[in-house]
């Protein structure tokens, strides 16, 4: 609860809640405020995607007069209060409740469990999180049950996705700015996952990635996952908007991770990113409808890579942000 609470010293904060609907849909929910925002300081973005590309995504992005981020208790027990129109909270326990009512949405859920980073570091970062660095990215949990009603007015909402029990992943930016360019990704089914973000940041090239499942929990920072001037002896990586496609591979002295990514062109959709003026639109892009290869190697010390896993993700997240998204700032938003 430490890093996923309100830090006061940041400029912006920015809260994202990924739902895996019971119908196959999901949800984007963020809540974010900039601190030094001249316009479009506070939003609440509501993105429901549905399972197949028969029928349209709805989404709203809402500029809310007022965002504020109470502390209720000394254990980090904290709410995302918008007056007039609900909250998000974070107990003690790290269970959350979402209750937000708009005249084109409504949502509420409670969480019920908690799937924290990983038991060795609360957070991606590790020790990295208590570095003054321009931003940083925390993720809360990989997955929690989650128990919600929604509607939305107008729409054909599947009935399993009015009410029901969904699994929610949780993530938090808190940062002095959103980065130049970057690439995010995230996958989950059952207690198999591979959660990744990075870009351009400082000058340098960085990720920050983690596999997860019954017998493998494999991470990867910087100093391995960092490239400086397009050259680094452990990492590389391809984000590729024409093709919708992201290869990357990332390797220490002993373990080696590759993924590749790609989604359907005509499945992503716009998000709003923040940036110290305020938040600019259309600057990242995100599918819900991508496929992961993902691939594990081991090796002895100065031997040959050997292929220990074999993975794949279908209905994973694949996010193309601003440098690595051309189209981003224009009107040109669904592809």
Known sequence: MEHN????????????????????????????????????PDMVSFTYVPADNGHQIFQKEVWVDRLDMVTFTKDNAFGLEVPGMGYARWHADSTTEYSFDHPEFSFH???????????????????????????????QSLASECEFDMKIPGYDLPTADQSGKAMVHQEKNWAQSFPSAHMWLQARDGDRGFCAAGGQVLGLEAFLLGYRSKDLNIDFRPPFAVRLAGLSPFMSYKPDWDSRSFELSVQSFRQKVTVKAKAPKG?????????????RPNFLNQSFQAKFEVKIYESGW????????????????????????????????FH
């Open 109 to 139: 859920g409670k969480t019920t469990s908690r799937t924290p980073w990983s038991s060795v570091t609360s957070t991606p970062e590790a020790l990295l999180v208590n570095l003054p660095l321009p931003l940083h990215w925390h993720v």
């Open 267 to 279: 499945s992503f959709f716009p998000l709003s990113a923040p940036f110290p003026e305020g938040h």
């Open 5 to 40: 609470a309100p830090h006061k010293s940041a400029v912006f904060e920015g809260y994202y809640s990924k739902f895996d609907m019971p119908s196959g849909a999901h949800i984007a929910l963020i809540v974010c405020k900039v601190k030094t925002a001249r316009e479009r």
């Open 302 to 333: 100065f031997g040959p890579w050997k292929l220990v896993r074999e993975d794949a993700f279908e209905a994973a997240s694949l996010e193309f942000g601003a440098g690595y998204y051309p189209p981003h700032g224009t009107e040109d938003r």
